[in-house]
């Protein structure tokens, strides 16, 4: 038998009446963390979010009743306080940029969701703006159409003649130089600068600006609450023993400094599987942390939470997608239901 017939043969529950009965139980153990980035009421380029489109969300999760819990409540009853999470749904935001407060914030408390904002403490303090928000700034900057630059170990050559081409440039710029290490990344990032023509502002344009502290205490009255997602936004895997230390203890201390009740839960920079390990994990423990975020997509499990001491420190979420019907399907259990279907195959 193919393998699609078999995958037909599986997914044909999906079309029985009693299926989102279904849903529910297989929901029961899991909970959906959406990760979110920036916003605008228009869209906003790699990684935006079309204000309509997340209202739209939030009222379908609340005319559906889905529980929509904090970030906190979600981790302390996937450790087996309170009840089930039965397909809970918790919203984070990862960066601290200015368009999170003024936009985002109003939002989520129309809808009285809870919403916890993980924030670069360097970034807010105005010692930094984001290597990757540089890049992009330099190829919109340019009035060259070509460059030849060394990435790493690697020479690249980039050509375009539309936006497109531009687009895809930038972002295949900014995939290899989360692939090699920092000095090699800012190394990069200055041989870029020299190629395109473009010199980078030591302040970041308005579009690329952070959120002040003031502003994260307006944010903390309007119900978002702030964890901390380190100081300087280094792959932490890719950096000394010392300095993912200090990355994540002095972004706690920052954000206990500035808000009245901090979230001890991390998000890792970058967040994928390789980004971080039991270094991190061991500080992260030390540090009395109730757990922390990947930026892996999977559902939070209370099985896997509870049936493993590192579980709690790996938390996985999803990407807020762009359309409804795939938003629709994480919420759901379809989502779930296609990854129990996955492992059967």
């Not at 559906?64 to 979600?74: A, F, K, T, W």
């Not at 500080?283 to 499990?301: C, D, I, M, Q, T």
């Amino acid at each position: 038998m193919r393998m699609t017939s078999v995958k037909h043969i599986l997914l044909m529950p999906l079309l029985l009446p009693g299926f989102p009965a279904f849903l529910k139980r297989v929901q029961r153990d899991c909970a959906t963390v959406f990760m979110l980035h920036r916003f605008d009421h228009a869209r906003c380029g790699i990684d935006g979010s079309d204000v309509a489109h997340l209202r739209r969300a939030l009222t379908y999760l609340v005319r559906n009743g889905y529980e929509l819990i904090s970030l906190v409540e979600l981790f302390e009853r996937l450790g087996g306080k309170g009840p089930q999470v039965r397909g809970a749904v918790a919203f984070t935001i990862d960066d601290g940029y200015a368009d999170q407060a003024t936009i985002a914030a109003p939002v989520f408390a129309e809808f009285h969701c809870p919403v916890t904002t993980f924030v670069t403490t360097g970034f807010l303090d105005g010692k930094l703006w984001f290597w990757w928000d540089q890049i992009e700034y330099m190829f919109q900057a340019t009035a060259c159409r070509s460059a030849r630059i060394q990435v790493g170990n690697a020479m690249v050559d980039y050509r375009w003649e539309s936006d497109d081409r531009r687009v895809g440039a930038q972002a295949d710029f900014t995939a290899r130089c989360k692939s090699i290490s920092e000095g090699d990344k800012t190394s990069a990032i200055a041989r870029l600068a020299v190629a395109l023509d473009t010199e980078i502002p030591t302040v970041p344009p308005d579009r690329f600006a952070p959120m002040s502290w003031d502003q994260v205490r307006g944010c903390e009255n309007l119900g978002m609450t702030f964890g901390p997602h380190s100081v300087t936004h280094p792959v932490l895997s890719r950096v000394t023993d010392g300095v993912a230390a200090y990355e994540i203890s002095e972004s706690w201390s920052r954000l206990r400094a500035e808000v009245r009740s901090p979230v001890p839960i991390f998000c890792y920079p970058n967040g994928m599987r390789d980004d971080y390990g039991k270094r991190e994990i061991a500080h992260l423990r030390r540090l009395g942390f109730l757990g922390a975020v990947a930026s892996e997509p999977g559902y939070a499990n209370a099985v896997s939470f509870q049936g493993s001491e590192d579980a709690k420190f790996k938390v996985p979420r999803f990407g807020m997608p762009d359309g409804m019907a795939h938003a629709v399907q994480y919420v759901s259990g379809v989502e779930r239901f296609k990854q129990l279907v996955r492992a059967l195959i």
